[in-house]
Protein backbone atom coordinates (compact mmCIF):
# COMPACT_ATOMS: atom_id res chain seq x y z
CA UNK A 1 0.00 0.00 0.00
CA UNK A 2 0.90 3.65 -0.07
CA UNK A 3 -0.01 6.78 2.02
CA UNK A 4 -0.58 10.00 0.20
CA UNK A 5 -0.25 13.35 1.20
CA UNK A 6 -1.15 16.63 -0.94
CA UNK A 7 0.48 20.01 -0.06
CA UNK A 8 0.91 23.48 -1.69
CA UNK A 9 -2.84 24.55 -2.15
CA UNK A 10 -3.91 27.89 -1.75
CA UNK A 11 -5.76 31.30 -2.25
CA UNK A 12 -4.56 32.70 -5.13
CA UNK A 13 -6.02 35.56 -7.77
CA UNK A 14 -7.13 34.75 -10.90
CA UNK A 15 -3.35 34.57 -13.41
CA UNK A 16 -1.70 33.44 -10.84
CA UNK A 17 0.42 29.77 -10.78
CA UNK A 18 0.56 27.72 -8.32
CA UNK A 19 2.33 24.03 -7.60
CA UNK A 20 0.93 21.30 -5.92
CA UNK A 21 3.25 18.28 -4.08
CA UNK A 22 2.07 15.13 -3.70
CA UNK A 23 3.98 13.04 -1.15
CA UNK A 24 4.43 9.10 -0.88
CA UNK A 25 5.02 6.87 1.83
CA UNK A 26 4.95 3.13 2.18
CA UNK A 27 5.27 0.80 -1.31
CA UNK A 28 7.45 2.80 -4.11
CA UNK A 29 6.11 5.42 -6.11
CA UNK A 30 7.53 4.17 -9.12
CA UNK A 31 4.97 1.19 -9.06
CA UNK A 32 2.09 3.26 -9.44
CA UNK A 33 0.45 5.32 -12.09
CA UNK A 34 -0.69 8.59 -10.65
CA UNK A 35 -2.98 11.00 -11.21
CA UNK A 36 -4.68 14.42 -9.89
CA UNK A 37 -8.62 14.88 -9.93
CA UNK A 38 -10.20 18.08 -8.50
CA UNK A 39 -13.87 18.03 -6.50
CA UNK A 40 -15.68 22.02 -6.50
CA UNK A 41 -18.22 21.80 -3.84
CA UNK A 42 -21.85 20.53 -5.22
CA UNK A 43 -19.66 18.16 -8.19
CA UNK A 44 -18.21 15.14 -9.07
CA UNK A 45 -14.68 14.25 -8.74
CA UNK A 46 -13.09 14.85 -11.77
CA UNK A 47 -9.89 14.00 -13.79
CA UNK A 48 -6.93 16.59 -13.94
CA UNK A 49 -3.94 14.90 -15.12
CA UNK A 50 -2.01 11.50 -15.12
CA UNK A 51 1.40 10.08 -15.17
CA UNK A 52 2.77 6.88 -16.31
CA UNK A 53 5.19 4.95 -13.81
CA UNK A 54 8.23 6.45 -15.46
CA UNK A 55 7.04 9.74 -16.04
CA UNK A 56 7.60 9.20 -20.18
CA UNK A 57 3.58 9.66 -20.70
CA UNK A 58 1.39 12.29 -19.49
CA UNK A 59 -2.70 13.21 -20.05
CA UNK A 60 -4.52 15.76 -19.16
CA UNK A 61 -8.56 16.99 -19.42
CA UNK A 62 -8.92 19.28 -22.38
CA UNK A 63 -9.64 22.23 -20.25
CA UNK A 64 -6.26 22.14 -18.12
CA UNK A 65 -3.75 21.35 -21.51
CA UNK A 66 -1.42 24.05 -22.01
CA UNK A 67 -2.32 24.99 -18.33
CA UNK A 68 -1.06 22.38 -15.88
CA UNK A 69 1.69 20.37 -16.30
CA UNK A 70 1.59 16.99 -13.88
CA UNK A 71 5.18 15.88 -13.32
CA UNK A 72 7.37 13.01 -11.09
CA UNK A 73 10.57 12.81 -9.14
CA UNK A 74 10.45 8.73 -8.34
CA UNK A 75 13.85 9.10 -6.22
CA UNK A 76 11.89 11.66 -4.15
CA UNK A 77 8.30 9.98 -3.95
CA UNK A 78 6.92 13.07 -5.28
CA UNK A 79 4.50 14.20 -7.53
CA UNK A 80 3.74 17.21 -8.82
CA UNK A 81 1.08 19.38 -10.44
CA UNK A 82 2.02 22.77 -11.62
CA UNK A 83 -0.82 25.11 -12.70
CA UNK A 84 -0.53 28.42 -14.41
CA UNK A 85 -3.08 30.95 -15.78
CA UNK A 86 -5.50 30.07 -12.66
CA UNK A 87 -9.56 30.54 -13.74
CA UNK A 88 -12.02 30.99 -10.46
CA UNK A 89 -13.41 28.00 -12.23
CA UNK A 90 -10.20 25.67 -10.94
CA UNK A 91 -11.69 26.32 -7.52
CA UNK A 92 -11.77 23.12 -5.59
CA UNK A 93 -10.21 20.64 -3.56
CA UNK A 94 -7.10 18.94 -5.63
CA UNK A 95 -6.55 15.22 -4.75
CA UNK A 96 -3.70 13.36 -5.66
CA UNK A 97 -4.47 9.44 -6.36
CA UNK A 98 -2.43 5.87 -7.07
CA UNK A 99 -3.39 3.57 -9.25
CA UNK A 100 -1.97 -0.14 -9.38
CA UNK A 101 -2.07 -0.31 -13.01
CA UNK A 102 0.69 0.25 -15.61
CA UNK A 103 -0.91 2.23 -18.57
CA UNK A 104 -2.81 5.82 -18.33
CA UNK A 105 -5.26 6.12 -16.17
CA UNK A 106 -7.92 8.71 -16.48
CA UNK A 107 -11.29 7.07 -14.39
CA UNK A 108 -11.64 7.50 -10.69
CA UNK A 109 -12.32 4.33 -10.62
CA UNK A 110 -8.65 3.14 -11.47
CA UNK A 111 -7.18 4.53 -8.39
CA UNK A 112 -7.36 2.70 -5.04
CA UNK A 113 -5.00 5.41 -2.71
CA UNK A 114 -6.28 8.73 -2.43
CA UNK A 115 -4.68 11.56 -0.27
CA UNK A 116 -6.81 13.67 2.27
CA UNK A 117 -6.99 16.68 -0.90
CA UNK A 118 -5.63 20.18 -0.51
CA UNK A 119 -7.86 23.23 -0.84
CA UNK A 120 -7.54 25.76 -4.11
CA UNK A 121 -9.48 28.74 -4.32
CA UNK A 122 -9.00 31.13 -7.38
CA UNK A 123 -10.46 34.86 -6.82
CA UNK A 124 -11.61 37.02 -9.40
Known amino acids: QVQLVESGGGLVQAGDSLTLSCAAS????????MGWFRQAPGKEREFVAT????????AYADSMKGRFTIARDNAKNTVYLQMSSLRPEDTAVYYC?????????????????WGQGTQVTVSS
Open 51 to 58: ITRTGGGT
Open 97 to 113: AAADTSIIARDVGRYAY
Open 26 to 33: GRPLSTYV
